[in-house]
């Protein structure tokens, strides 16, 4: 019987080989590599995979599909369950995650990755075209906005390809994209408090249109942006991933 797909699940399985053909040749899988795929859905990308690899894990959040995946392919190490909750650290080794990432949750599932990018070598995912967009987009774009801070201080972006809807069943009402994100190792510029640097972010991005002075002023006084040598009547996405860093880096040796 054909899998119905669920909408709570955002199902938009893969059926264009051509597609998988040019995931895979992104992805340039070695036989030893751990690879984890998210949202396998009905195999298209876990089939060739398997053929490449000996250790391949996947996480499918329906039940069902879980069960014929493992069925079909004994080899399979299945999690059934939600991606926004698993460990990805339990393997102990760098790994390779990739999948079609269900879009009603890429943003949170990729701050879940972000936490977890010691353990992870690289990331090659497809997500909806406005997402990429926004991640791999530099100051003074109209793109550039907090998820761009926040997941280009973790991670090298890089822009991989186009997809239509047409590759997809059911179809999305939207375009999707292939990106890949390779953890900094070490950090070009390391936050001294990262849990204070996504503050600053946080707070600079709340209200687009302000200026830092104006966002900012629970953190920066005046005389702090002239030490910085940061325009205080600068908005947010002029400022790049290093003078956000700069910021909150002043503001935590200041207090402590």
């Not at 009905?42 to 959040?61: F, K, M, Q, S, Y």
């Not at 070598?121 to 109209?142: F, N």
Request: glycine residues 4%.
């Amino acid at each position: 019987m054909k899998h119905q797909p669920r909408k709570r699940f955002g199902q938009n399985f893969l059926i264009d080989e051509s597609v998988v053909a040019a995931i895979i040749a992104a992805l340039r899988p070695g036989r030893g590599d751990l690879v984890v795929e998210i949202g396998p859905g009905l195999g298209a990308l876990t089939r060739p995979l398997l053929a490449l690899v000996d250790d391949l894990h996947v996480i499918e959040i329906d039940r069902d599909l879980a069960a014929d995946l493992q069925r079909k392919h004994p080899r399979l190490t299945v999690h059934a369950g939600d991606a926004l909750g698993f460990d990805f650290a339990q393997f102990g080794r760098e790994i390779r995650v990739v999948g079609n990432l269900p879009y009603n949750i890429s943003t949170p599932l990729l701050f879940h990755l972000e936490s977890c990018a010691a353990c992870i070598r690289d990331i090659h995912v497809m997500l909806q075209q406005e997402v990429v967009d926004r991640i791999v987009a530099s100051p003074a774009d109209s793109d550039y906005s907090r998820l761009s801070v926040m997941l280009q201080y973790r991670f090298a972006v890089e822009k991989l390809f186009n997809v239509g809807p047409e590759v997809f069943d059911p179809r999305p009402r939207v375009e999707s994209a292939m990106i890949r994100l390779t953890p900094r190792r070490p950090l070009p510029w390391p936050a001294r408090d990262e849990t204070l640097f996504a503050r600053v972010v946080a707070a600079a991005f709340a209200q687009r249109r302000k200026t830092l002075r104006n966002s900012l002023n629970a953190y920066l006084a005046a005389p702090d942006f002239t030490t910085l040598n940061i325009n205080p009547r600068s908005r947010a996405q002029e400022l790049s991933v290093a003078q956000f860093v700069a910021m909150a880096n002043h503001v935590s040796a200041r207090n402590a």
